[in-house]
């Protein structure tokens, strides 16, 4: 029924398109140079088939040098771990660049030795698929870190988790312990470029640089098949980048050791495609992700809005009570979708009823 249902949804013309905007992206190198790109293939001054020294030069604050890495959130603050290890803000990019005087949120030795890590992080990220923050921690075997973390994917539900470095949920696996910053993009303007990757996809939102300064990205941070870091029935990438969907084509830089891109759309939990509302494409993901109850996890695990462990009937009420409408922050159905609630009312109907 659920295929039925999306072959419908699909010939009436209700999913939309993904976006293929682009977003800025700022990368700062070890003496304090910050440099700008209007996206990964988009605008001016892309990044694919440029190194850093192309970007566009927007300022250097030496201080900057010494950070572990920067990210910022969808309300324009910059957040950064310092080389103590503690966790600075700016209250806009314009702020950051303009090399304020930054706000204190945690104090030094949050990420550093002393806090569980031996060396810190290899580069942390806001995560616009969560609304929460990703960090790959650096560290070796040893007083402060056993067993061996250096590679490990750390992720953070909420920003305040984040600066204080607690209920964090760690990967086990030792993934990506050479390479030196990470970002989540939200636009879709990345190419599948990597060969002989036969099912890479184009739009990759997750990316990092190598410790030989390789860009890379991957579509989506963590699960099966092309994820940075696999799942449970498969690795994925983990290191090996066999699974990466994208890679520029020249080096860009080994001297960088921070970036984050822009991020314009607040976090929803049912805007499963990030456009920035809840409409009829975002439950056309969510019927496509339909495992019912107790079926383990999905292919898709942004639509188990219940965090339940699958996606069913009531992932689907929970999308529906969210729904906006295309473009709209809050909002009555259209017509169209109006049909397509009562189209969802009769499958969960239905399928109770079996």
Known sequence: MKRNTLALLLASGLLGAASADASDVYFVNNAGEVRS???????????DGNAFGDGNLETTVAAYGAYQGFTSTPDGIVYGVNGAGGVDSWS?????????????????GTYSAGSGLDGGLHGVSYDGNTGGIYAVVEGTSGANNNPDRDGRLRQFATL????NNV???ENTVVGYGANILNFYYEDEDAPASVT???????GSNYFQITGTGL?????????DGFGYFGGPADPGGNGGGSNRSYQNAITFGDDVIGAFAVVTVPFIPADLDRDGDVDDADFGLAFAAF?????GPSSNPAADLDNDGDVDDADFGLAFAAFTGPGAAAGVPEPASLALLGLGGLMIARRRRA
């Open 291 to 295: 495992t019912g109850p107790d079926n």
């Open 215 to 223: 860009l890379e990205g991957w579509t989506v941070l963590e699960g």
């Open 160 to 163: 305040s988790d984040f600066i």
């Open 196 to 202: 002989p990757n036969a099912d890479a996809e184009a």
């Open 92 to 108: 806009s990019i314009a702020s950051w660049l303009a090399g304020d005087a930054a706000t204190v949120e945690s104090a030094g």
């Open 37 to 47: 790109f209007t996206g990964i293939t988009a605008g001016a001054t892309p990044i």
């Open 167 to 169: 209920n964090f949920t």
